[in-house]
């Protein structure tokens, strides 16, 4: 679909690739209408920072994401006439005082803020989609055993936790959009989220308090690029759940530069005729404050979402065939 609410870019992301600029040329080439540029809040500890950023100060991380939000207004304006661009934020949760400062940049910032993605990525502040490695010494610190042995009792934590900052998160900042829901799987894709009734219980607690505001999932197509994963974030028993609590999807490619936007997004159409989302919604400014205060409101996409001609186009790339 030509929308995305999640994205970064090499400029104000490490781990990113190209500049902002060039990630909004890519989605106008690719005839995206609505989409989101959503960097990283900075990080508040010199031990949060990834290797790709040795050298920075917590200072350079601050100053970084301020220039985000210059660039991303700017880009907003003179791009307007070609796509609508929304400019948010993903967060970091690793500590509680992530959450303080992330409270203060909100109060300081908030009229140049139009919608958070709310995401989790450490658990017991130690990051979980970085490598295996890391991973493993995350659900080795949870169990309080220091060491890996993968086992129920230690998933059931590990889950538990991940979902437990996730629900914090939830209650405090009431994100718009709901970031990749399953990262806490991403290692183990095949993993059935049931068998650990604790975590489970927890899960539908988000979900309810998340659709009770009413937030929108993210079908998030960055998970296809992982070892393991057929399907986007989240995984179709995620996604039955969502549906039973009549939860809303939106799309985003969650793209880490100009090279993958929109990537995989064929595989997510694919996605959703299989799990039977039948109904796509995405954000767009508003005249009336949301429930945050922002100018800004989901919007239910028209008509069969099959039928976009972007898909046509889209097919037609991967077919090497060249549409007007």
């Known amino acids: 679909m030509p929308y995305s609410h999640h994205s970064h870019s090499g400029q104000f992301c490490k ?21 989101g540029l959503t960097e990283h809040v900075p990080r508040y500890r010199l031990e949060d920072l990834y290797l790709e950023e040795r050298g920075l100060s917590l200072d350079d991380l601050s100053n970084q994401f301020m220039r985000f939000l210059d660039e991303a207004h700017r880009l907003k304006e003179v791009y307007a006439p070609q796509i ?25 910032n908030g009229i140049r803020i139009d919608y958070i993605v709310g995401s989790v990525h450490h658990v017991s502040t130690i990051p979980i989609d970085f490598d295996r490695a890391t991973y493993e010494k995350a659900l080795a610190k949870i169990s309080g055993e220091g060491v890996y042995v993968l086992g ?7 889950l538990s936790a991940y979902f437990d900052a996730q629900h914090k998160l939830i209650r405090q900042f009431r994100p718009e959009i709901i970031g990749h829901l399953d990262l806490c799987r991403l290692y183990t894709p095949s993993l059935d989220l049931k068998q650990y009734p604790i975590a489970w219980g927890k899960l ?41 609590k009549n939860g809303r999807f ?19 159409a694919d996605y959703l005729v299989q799990v039977g989302i039948t109904e796509l919604w995405c954000l767009d400014r508003s005249l009336e404050p949301n429930h945050n205060g922002r100018y800004i409101s989901a919007r239910r996409i028209e008509g069969d979402w099959r039928l976009h001609a972007f898909w046509k186009h889209r097919e037609g790339e991967r077919r090497g065939i060249a549409f007007q």
């Open 152 to 158: 129920n009792d230690q998933m059931e934590r590990f």
């Open 250 to 268: 939106a799309l985003s490619d969650d793209s880490h530069g100009p090279q993958t936007v929109g990537q995989y997004y064929l595989h997510v």
């Open 15 to 35: 781990h990113a690739l190209g500049s902002l600029e060039e990630v909004v040329s890519e989605a106008i080439k690719q005839r995206f209408e609505v989409y």
């Open 84 to 108: 609508t661009l929304l400019v948010g934020l993903e967060t970091e949760y690793i500590t509680d005082d992530d959450l303080n400062h992330l409270q203060t940049l909100l109060k300081d």
């Open 204 to 244: 539908i607690r988000n979900i309810e308090e998340a659709t009770r505001y009413g937030a929108l999932f993210e079908i998030n197509a960055a998970a296809l690029k992982k070892e393991g994963w057929t399907s986007p974030y989240p995984g179709k028993d995620v996604v039955v759940l969502i549906q039973e």
